[in-house]
């Protein structure tokens, strides 16, 4: 069984930066095509970063990367704007399985 632990998210400035974690247990992580998601209030889930394509909300700004030796996801965010206030989520696919983690909450607001 997967299990995907998000860490990281945080109240940020405008302009400022954080670094979303997102930890895989279980076998095979590297069979599986990572992402972030993010939910804002009162907003449907939206696709942030699969590897091949970004958001245009976040082209530029934000950098999804992976290290197969410690089984872990990560989601870069510079120049953090309001606006990305939400709850972001990792989400782990291969194949017909599909696993999604609890979710870290980041703010934007001065």
């Known amino acids: 069984q997967v299990q995907l632990v998000e860490s990281g998210g945080d109240l940020v400035q405008p302009g400022g930066s954080l670094r979303l974690s997102c930890a895989f247990s279980?076998?095979?992580?590297?069979?599986?095509?990572m992402a972030w998601y993010r939910q804002a209030p009162g907003k449907q889930r939206e696709l942030v970063a699969p590897?091949?394509n970004y958001a245009d909300s976040v082209k530029g700004r934000f950098t999804i990367s992976r290290d197969n030796a410690k089984n872990t996801v990560y989601l870069q965010m510079n120049n953090l704007k309001p606006e990305d206030t939400a709850v972001y989520y990792c989400?782990?696919?291969?194949?017909?399985?599909?696993?999604w983690g609890q979710g870290t909450q980041v703010t934007v607001s001065s």
């Open positions: 989400n782990a696919r291969a194949g017909s399985k599909e696993y």
């Open positions: 590897s091949t």
């Open positions: 279980g076998n095979m992580f590297i069979i599986y095509a």
